[in-house]
């Protein structure tokens, strides 16, 4: 059988036939599931939430990350913020916040979260599977593979005055030059030097 200037047998052309009809199915269940995530967002997020911010010290070369996690009521659960050095710049920060952000998802053992954070564009390479080539690209691979350890996981832009929490923690711990790791009213110093 001829097809595109290519000489395939029948059963070659049906198999191909058949792999693009499976392709096509999983692109209609994958729009059916990204429908499903964007309605329960609207609802309310009825599941536990982590929001992100970064600050970066451009003369020194070093961030702090600082993450809030809220329980389903809402409550924070535990805030975290986190030192990082050679950093190149604000969006290698907002970056590895986001990922610290993913990283205590999985360390507190949410299920189903919604990652928050007020870099559009981090936000934005969170939510598309393709391969970064930036400058991020190493980081927002461990962001895709971070995604893989939870039943369901939502990246959502939020304004700065919603991030108001963790822009405090980021700045206290890159102005002191120390993490720390919260949890409830407990207070734990802790020397969590970074990248």
Known sequence: MLHERKNTSGRDLA???HNYLIE???VRER???TMTVRSEQREGELWESIQFDAAFDINNSRSASGTVARGQN???AVSKSTLHSNVSSLFVAEALACLEATKLGIIIGFNSVTIMGDSKTIINKCKTE???KS???????????NKTRFQKIVFRFIQRTENAKTHNLEKEALRKGEGSYLVGETREELNLGGR
């Open 31 to 33: 729009k059916l599931t």
């Open 74 to 76: 809402g409550e924070i």
């Open 135 to 145: 400058v991020l690209g190493a980081i927002m691979d461990d962001i895709q593979n």
């Open 130 to 132: 393709a391969r970064d």
């Open 15 to 17: 198999f191909k036939v």
């Open 24 to 26: 096509l199915e999983g």
